[in-house]
């Protein structure tokens, strides 16, 4: 098993600033996954962070405007940059634990952004 | 790109009926098929999953089946409870990059 400490797990923020959501894990993963995820709407993937290289970006989402640091095998952040209201949204880190054939996803308690 | 289509999106039930939730996958090399459990403002958890090399799992009043010729796998839980009241997701291993492919949830209501 993982887990993981997400901080903050809510904020408040002017548009036109950004804010940096961090992820603590507790032991050494590989792979680690950044959400985004609408009040009881499904997790939206944003990107894939691997430890040693560039951020893996999905359709939607660039790194300008979500820069993710991997400095580590226990350690990410997500940078939410020059934001707006569409931006309000939980976000919520992940990793997967159990091997190639069989992962469990841990996720975060989640950060609850609102952009005003 | 692969999906997981998951239906309905919001069940309502009687306290003590079964509830039955169903996903689809478009990813034929997927093997590994999890169920999550979100309740109100918590994070997902897994609650049970199953490999394309069974057919059916139980776990005391939750079990999950697999059709893998269909690409469909269902999440059956009995004697509803409560607490089994939260949002649920199916999601399908992609065998490519190792990523779960989410499907879009489902609100469980239980009414008492």
């Known amino acids: 098993s993982a887990v993981i400490s997400q901080k903050p797990s809510r904020d408040i923020c002017q548009r036109g600033t950004s804010l940096t959501i961090q992820c603590q894990v507790d032991?050494?993963?590989?792979?680690m996954f950044w959400y985004r995820q609408q009040p009881g709407q499904s997790l939206t993937l944003i990107a894939t962070?691997?430890?040693?290289?560039?951020?893996?970006?999905e359709s939607g989402f660039v790194i300008d405007k979500f820069p993710i640091s991997r400095p580590n095998l226990t350690f990410s952040t997500l940078t939410v940059s020059n934001m707006s209201p569409e931006d309000s949204s939980i976000y919520l880190c992940?990793?997967?634990?159990?091997?190639?054939?069989?992962?469990?996803?841990?996720f975060g308690q989640g950060t609850r952004l609102t952009v005003v | 790109g692969e999906n997981v289509e998951q239906h309905p999106s919001t069940l309502s039930v009687q306290e003590g009926d079964s509830a039955v939730i169903k996903c689809t996958y478009s990813?034929?090399?997927?093997?590994?098929f999890p169920w999550y459990k979100q309740e109100l403002g918590k994070r997902p958890q897994l609650i049970i999953d199953?490999?394309?090399n069974v057919g059916e799992k139980k776990d005391q009043r939750i079990a999950v089946t697999l059709n893998k010729t269909a690409k469909h796998f269902s999440l059956h839980i009995t004697e509803t409870q409560p607490e089994d009241s939260a949002v649920y997701f199916c999601a399908a291993l992609m065998d490519s990059n190792y990523q779960l492919i989410w499907g879009a949830g489902t609100k469980l209501i239980i009414k008492p």
């Open positions: 962070a691997n430890q040693g290289s560039e951020a893996t970006y």
């Open positions: 199953i490999r394309s």
């Open positions: 990813d034929s090399a997927s093997n590994y």
């Open positions: 992940s990793v997967g634990i159990g091997g190639l054939a069989e992962t469990e996803a841990f």
């Open positions: 032991s050494q993963v590989t792979m």
